[in-house]
């Protein structure tokens, strides 16, 4: 009976090895293409496994956020709710604006889309080294606060008319998820999405192997041609994304810092955090983190990532002599190739 029964099963398992093999052979014929383009200010870089190329979609995809999103888009759906018109907004900006709302309530508002007039303050005392008056940054103070801003029955209720809103700090995340989103639908689980530094990677790349990605290493480069690699990481099924204006330092009694505002303060943060790259299972959320964590320092970033294990970060800070140095969450040591 039992050598009738292995014979019957024989043929099955010859089926299911030629199938197999014939899965791996076709993935290993299907070519990547690489698109490369520009949206939202900057260049987006997509490699995916696919006979097809569907670059024309996915930039129509991302159009749609930028109609929904870009405060540099005139007929934005956020610069018309800057213009204080009454409209019903999309579902793009109700997805994100309600991320941004949940994220600034867990940062206590170290991540706010209201944010933008104070840093646009500061831009000018930046390059000058003449700060703003206590009295402009009291006054821009007013139209700042996440608190602020509602969305009741699909419009956003404003406690002042001249709050503006700014999603600059979690678009091209989005972005980067929505192009993810599409490709998924078209069936293709082998891709890399970046767009201006965010990243989302599933599967595997052309080497059949998870994808690697750097992180840059922060540089005194007023060029912003520095691409020096402080490290790379070996991942999959996961987003990426960095914050950090550490091209632009500013010092102070003789120690550096990046420069980021403080929503709560109006006045520039004193962490010794350069960098902060976050990966979370979706690109917004690691893209809004990422900035949280500048804003809030290393115990304040520490002390989120105990309260959400599904998110890990990789720091880069300034130590007391001005070396840098890295930290970085226990889970993502594996991940970090040549550790």
Sequence with gaps: MKKKKLIWQIPFLLILIIGTIVIIRQQHNTPYQKDTGF????????????????????????????????????????????????????????????????????????FDITVAPMVNLWGFGFKQGVPPTKSKIDSIKTLVGYEKVALEKGRIIKQNPKIMLDCSAI???????????????????????????????????????????????PTDDSTNTSQE?????????????????????????GKKYAHTIDPKTGYPVQHNILSATVLAKNCATADAYATSFMVMGMEGAKQILKKHPDLCAYLIYADEKGQNKIWYSPSLKNKILNK
């Design 171 to 217: 678009a091209k995340g989005y972005g980067s998820d929505i192009v993810a989103r599409f490709l998924k639908k078209k069936g293709i689980s082998n891709f890399m999405v970046e767009i201006g530094g965010e990243i989302v990677v599933n599967g595997v790349s052309e080497k059949q192997v998870p994808w690697h990605i750097g992180i840059n290493k």
């Design 229 to 253: 690699i402080q490290d790379v990481l070996d991942i999959t099924d996961i987003a990426m994304a960095t914050s950090g204006n550490y091209r632009n330092f500013y010092y102070k009694n």
């Design 39 to 110: 949206i939202f200010g900057t260049i987006y870089h997509i490699t995916y496994q696919s006979d097809t190329n569907y670059q024309q979609e996915i930039e129509t995809e991302l159009k749609k956020v930028d109609q929904s999103l870009s405060p540099f888009n005139k007929t934005s759906v956020i610069t018309q709710v800057n213009q204080g018109k009454d409209i019903e907004v999309d579902e793009m900006f109700t997805e994100v604006f309600r991320m941004a709302e949940s994220i600034s309530k867990e940062t206590n508002g170290a």
